[in-house]
């Protein structure tokens, strides 16, 4: 029994070691996942986004709520642009594949405001939401603008 748990235990942890890329079976699917994942935190961020704008009215608990689901899809959809995922249904650009460190750079800044915009959310005060969501947006515009195809 211990061996087999061992062995269970031993195989869990290599499947975490394996490459982020393994999760697709075909270069679609991951295609498919990453646009999911921004079309999600698109319709989080936007949320945010009317109430620091003033277009809706300020709600502290769903600042945070939705603050919290960008955090999280922030994190998704990069492992998706691997090998392959160039071609097919896709507004990405090659500069993602051709300008790597670029791109890494871009996307790390991004999730970086997306903490911001995660603390200040939390902190129940729409001045805070309204002065961390410009920076927030300006790095995913910046992203959109250098990577993305219109």
């Not at 075909?26 to 498919?32: G, L, N, Q, R, S």
């Not at 999600?40 to 009317?50: I, K, S, Y």
């Not at 871009?106 to 002065?131: R, T």
Request: hydrophobic share 45%; proline share 4%; net charge positive.
């Amino acid at each position: 029994m211990k061996t087999m748990l061992s062995l269970l235990g031993a195989s869990m942890v290599l499947s975490l070691a394996l490459p982020a890329q393994a999760q697709f079976a075909k270069p679609e699917d991951a295609i498919k996942y990453r646009k999911a994942s921004f079309t999600v935190m698109a319709a989080h961020f936007g949320r945010l986004g009317a109430m620091a704008n003033g277009r809706v009215p300020y709600d502290a608990k769903a600042a945070a709520d939705n603050a919290d689901t960008v955090s999280a899809l922030a994190k998704l959809p990069w492992a998706a642009f691997g090998e392959g995922t160039d071609k097919g249904e896709t507004r990405a650009k090659p500069e993602i594949w051709k300008e790597s460190a670029k791109f890494k750079e871009a996307s790390d800044k991004m999730q970086a405001e997306i903490v911001k915009l995660n603390v200040a959310a939390k902190a129940g005060n729409l001045d805070a939401l309204k002065a961390a969501f410009g920076p927030a947006g300006a790095s995913c515009k910046a992203c959109h603008d250098n990577f993305r195809k219109d």
